[in-house]
């Protein structure tokens, strides 16, 4: 739940349903008081208005959460801005007045917090420069949080636009990654205090080779052994545009995999992949709660299946591409 408000815009839009607060509210509420989303849930990631918005009682949109057990996370960057230099690569700012943010989301209830970085593929990217800006900004992103009392949540997103093949995608992932963890370490990070949340390895958008989720499988869990400290607890994985059925599929092939070294816990940290069919049941109308409801946990009770590597499929998943070119939020 931690699309910014010119994101959430853009799904409302395609429910026509006009982007106001106070939908915004409404929508929300709705995905926080689903009874029982603690069996599947253990985290939401907020936007900041979220975090202190109030209901039409007059209390916190977050309450049920809370009162739950579900933890609260909270999007602390602040976008992308083009690298100088390069050919339109992107690093991600906020640093500044991170510290005291982090304080602040501490005492309003966080407990944990998110960074994205990005990373295109193409010819010449990601270019030296590019991996090893995100690699630094991520690194002291989690250093702040974790001087701050939050768990950082490591973001290192390669997306999927592109003509390449998966071997290339694991390619790129493993430098990346392996930058990303070199930094780190230099910065002194306790890892076991951290999340990872990356891209699966898959084929680009518009590479004519597709994969099965066997194969998605394999070169991600491959990629997260040649790169992935045994000491970090988690790996949260995002859907990065693939379609909600997909992406459930693809993690319960990680989880079923035979013989494979996997010292992490290897889940889900959704927000499309979850939402799609959630957003098309309800429709903006109050009537369509329950059924949106009953949606949301479909597909929450499907990926916590996933997560233990028994999602036998047939959830009813949305299996339409939810692919968007350079995607930002």
Same mark, same amino acid.
């Given at each position: 739940?931690?699309?910014?408000? $010119? ?44 975090? *202190? ?43 500044? =007045?991170?510290?005291?943010? #982090? /304080?602040?989301? &501490?005492?309003?209830? #966080? ?7 990005? &990373? ?8 030296? @420069? ?37 071997? *290339? ?28 949340? +990356?891209?699966?390895?898959?084929? =680009?958008?518009? #590479?004519?080779?597709? #994969? ?10 491959? @990629? ?8 970090? +607890? $988690?790996?949260?994985?995002?859907? =990065? ?7 459930t599929l693809n993690l319960h092939a990680m989880n079923a995999m035979p013989g494979a ?5 290897? @889940?889900?940290? &959704?927000? *499309? ?9 309800? /429709? $903006?109308?109050? /009537? ?12 929450? /009770? ?10 036998? =499929? ?16």
């Open positions: 739940a931690d699309e910014s408000t $010119g994101t959430i815009g853009k799904r409302f839009k395609g429910i026509d349903v006009e982007n106001t607060e106070a939908n915004r509210i409404r929508y929300r509420n709705l995905l926080f008081t689903t009874p029982e989303l603690n069996k599947h849930i253990s985290g939401v990631i907020l936007f900041d208005e979220t975090l *202190r918005s109030k209901d039409s009682k007059g209390e916190l949109l977050v309450k049920p959460l809370v009162e739950s057990g579900i933890k609260l996370g909270i999007k602390v960057d602040k976008g992308l801005v083009d690298i100088p230099g390069t050919d339109g690569e992107q690093s991600t700012q906020g640093l500044d =007045g991170l510290a005291d943010r #982090c /304080k602040e989301y &501490y005492s309003l209830g #966080c407990r944990f917090a998110k960074w994205r970085a990005v &990373y295109k593929i193409s010819e010449t990217a990601p270019s030296p @420069t590019a991996i090893l800006e995100n690699a630094w900004a991520l690194a002291r992103y989690g250093a702040i949080c974790q001087d701050n009392g939050l768990v950082p949540i490591i973001e290192p997103e390669i997306l999927m636009d592109g003509e390449h093949s998966i071997e *290339r995608t694991a390619e790129i992932t493993e430098i990346v990654q392996s930058a990303v963890y070199r930094a780190i370490r230099d910065q002194n990070l306790l890892l076991e205090g951290t999340l990872l949340k +990356p891209n699966m390895v898959t084929p =680009g958008s518009e #590479c004519k080779d597709r #994969c099965t989720a066997n194969d998605i499988a394999a070169y991600t869990v491959r @990629t997260l052994q040649r790169t992935l400290p045994v000491s970090v +607890p $988690g790996v949260t994985f995002l859907s =990065g545009g693939q379609s909600e059925e997909e992406a070294k996997k010292p992490w816990s290897l @889940t889900f940290s &959704y927000g *499309r992949a979850l939402q799609q069919s959630v957003l098309k049941a309800w /429709k $903006g109308d109050d /009537k369509n709660v329950a059924a949106a409801q009953a949606a949301l946990m479909a597909r929450a /009770k499907a990926n916590g299946e996933a997560q233990m590597g028994k999602y036998g =499929g047939g959830s009813g998943g949305d299996k339409s591409s939810l692919f968007v070119s350079n995607y930002s939020y």
